[in-house]
């Protein structure tokens, strides 16, 4: 069975339509990478797999439930969590008060899961007490995601996280989502580092304008001569 399913979303914002039935589906365990050009929807996509759109029509299943109508606090209670393109981490709060504002949903004891996160991320140990405005990109991306895991999520929705970094960074990040995915967690991202996404995905999409173009596994993705041409960069 699916962890997550979504079929024939459209939606957007006001009156436009920007997804015009985009299908999404995300088995347990997989990494699932988004790739399109710019205003094909990819954002407006995962908000509305984490219920920030309003749909005209589709319908999104996640772990046996139909969560179509459902407030997003409600998703993350039932393992779903997103971190957004931007403005994804407290500037002006340090790294650790950032991961305890993501435990919000939380009643339980935090202390073991914080621990857990910080051998995941031993950057962000080193800079527990520094605010998160003062990082460099690739460690608020860190921060945004480590915030994201203390709701203790089996899908983690990530959007952009490469967006700006360094070449080093990418590959930094890239290797820290690995490290989270063996931890368990299932990831369904977009990226315009396509290549390197597309290496360590199960399953990618191409969307444009609002709309499913193609789908395959990584490696089909990555050999497809068209895909490559158009938008992998030659
Ligand atoms: N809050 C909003 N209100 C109105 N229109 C919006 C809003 N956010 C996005 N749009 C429009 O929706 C379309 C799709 O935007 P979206 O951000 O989903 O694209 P994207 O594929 O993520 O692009 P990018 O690669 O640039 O991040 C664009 O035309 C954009 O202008
Ligand atoms: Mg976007």
């Known amino acids: 069975m ?41 954002s407006t996509a995962l908000r509305a797999l984490f ?12 772990d046996g439930h139909d969560i179509t109508h459902r ?45 857990r996160l910080f051998e995941l991320f ?17 460690e608020r991306q860190m921060v945004a995601i480590a915030r994201a895991l203390m709701t203790r999520p089996r899908l983690l929705l990530l959007d952009e996280p ?8 990418v590959d930094v990040l890239f290797a820290r989502i690995a490290a989270v995915h063996r931890e368990g967690v299932a990831i369904l991202m977009v990226e315009q580092n396509a290549r390197k996404a ?11 304008g609002g709309a499913n173009r193609f789908e395959d596994t990584g490696p089909a993705l990555l050999a497809h001569p068209g895909i490559a041409e158009m938008f992998l960069g030659g």
């Open 2 to 42: 699916s962890l997550l399913e979504a079929r024939g979303l459209r939606g957007g914002y006001g009156d436009t339509d920007i997804l015009r039935g985009v299908d999404l589906v995300v088995g347990p365990g997989e990494i699932v990478v988004v790739i399109g050009p710019n205003g094909a929807g990819k």
């Open 51 to 62: 219920g920030l759109v309003r749909l005209r029509a589709g319908a999104v299943r996640f």
């Open 71 to 115: 407030p997003p606090e409600s998703r993350v209670r039932l393992g779903l969590a997103y971190v957004p393109q931007e403005r994804n981490v407290f500037p002006s709060l340090t790294v650790e008060e950032n991961l305890q504002m993501g435990a919000f949903v939380r009643r339980d004891d935090i202390r073991s899961d914080l621990e």
């Open 122 to 138: 031993p950057v962000l140990a080193e800079r527990r007490r520094q605010r998160a405005g003062t990082l460099s990109g690739g």
């Open 162 to 169: 490469t967006a700006g970094l360094s070449l080093r960074s």
């Open 198 to 208: 597309l290496a360590m995905a199960h399953r990618g999409y191409l969307l444009v």
